[in-house]
T-cell receptor, first 113, second 111 residues
Framework: GENVEQHPSTLSVQEGDSAVIKCTYS??????FPWYKQELGKRPQLIID?????GEKKDQRIAVTLNKTAKHFSLHITETQPEDSAVYFC????????????FGGGTRLMVKP | DAGITQSPRHKVTETGTPVTLRCHQT?????MYWYRQDPGHGLRLIHY???????DKGEVSDGYSVSRSKTEDFLLTLESATSSQTSVYFC??????????FGEGSRLTVL
C-alpha cells in the first residue's frame, strides 16, 4: 500500500518568514495530494490540494508543488502569521479508490511573533 | 460543515469493555471513513464504507469492527478495548470534489 513520509516533524519560524513542509510518497499510482491544517483540539481541515496533472497550485499565501517523477510534493507558506501555527498533514490517494487518503505523520508549525 | 456529528465526544473506559463510536451524517454521502490519530503517526485509516452494508478494512483494522445499516450512520466498535486503542477517532465523509471532511473527533481513553 501507499506510504507517505513527512518532514520536518516540527518547524519554528519568525512571523513574516516562509515555511516549507515536504512529503514523499511510495505508490506511483497516487494522483491526488491534499494538505490539511489542524488547530489545537480541532478537526483537520483541507487547505489546498493538487492533482497529478498539475505541477503547482497557489492560493494566496499558500502554494503546493508536485514532482511526480521524484514522488514528492511540498507545501509552501509565505509571509507566515501567528494564526498559521498548527499541525499540517500531507496525504496521498488514488482518486479511483474511494479517495482513501494515506497521511503523513504531521508537521507542527510554530510562528513566533 | 457537511453535517457530520460524532458521539460520544469523550469517553473513558476500562480494558476489556466494549465501546461503540457513532458517526452520523445528514448529506447522504456514499463514502464514510474511520481514522485514528496518534502523535507521530498522523491519521491512520481503520475501516471505510462505500455504501450500506459495504465496508472494508483499512491500515489498522485489527481489534475494530464497523457497521453501516443506514446511509447516514457508520458505527465503529471495539469489541474488547485495550490501552493501545487510546486515541482520538475521527469520522470522515468524502465529498464529490474529493475532499475528505472530518467530524469533530471522539477522544477515547482506555484505562
Amino acid at each position: 500500500g501507499e506510504n507517505v513520509e513527512q518532514h520536518p516533524s516540527t518547524l519554528s519560524v519568525q512571523e513574516g518568514d516562509s515555511a516549507v513542509i515536504k512529503c514523499t510518497y511510495s505508490d506511483s499510482a497516487s494522483n491526488y495530494f491534499p494538505w490539511y491544517k489542524q488547530e489545537l483540539g480541532k478537526r483537520p481541515q483541507l487547505i489546498i490540494d493538487i492533482r497529478s496533472n498539475v505541477g503547482e497550485k497557489k492560493d494566496q499565501r499558500i502554494a503546493v508543488t508536485l514532482n511526480k517523477t521524484a514522488k514528492h510534493f511540498s507545501l509552501h507558506i509565505t509571509e507566515t502569521q501567528p494564526e498559521d501555527s498548527a499541525v499540517y498533514f500531507c496525504a496521498a490517494s488514488q482518486r479511483s479508490a474511494g479517495n482513501m487518503l494515506t497521511f503523513g505523520g504531521g508537521t507542527r508549525l510554530m510562528v513566533k511573533p | 460543515d457537511a453535517g457530520i456529528t460524532q458521539s460520544p465526544r469523550h469517553k473513558v473506559t476500562e480494558t476489556g469493555t466494549p465501546v461503540t463510536l457513532r458517526c452520523h451524517q445528514t448529506e447522504n454521502h456514499r463514502y464514510m471513513y474511520w481514522y485514528r490519530q496518534d502523535p507521530g503517526h498522523g491519521l491512520r485509516l481503520i475501516h471505510y464504507s462505500y455504501g450500506v452494508k459495504d465496508t472494508d478494512k483499512g491500515e489498522v483494522s485489527d481489534g475494530y469492527s464497523v457497521s453501516r445499516s443506514k446511509t447516514e450512520d457508520f458505527l465503529l466498535t471495539l469489541e474488547s478495548a485495550t490501552s493501545s486503542q487510546t486515541s482520538v477517532y475521527f469520522c470522515a465523509i468524502s465529498k464529490e470534489t474529493g475532499e475528505l471532511f472530518f467530524g469533530e473527533g471522539s477522544r477515547l481513553t482506555v484505562l
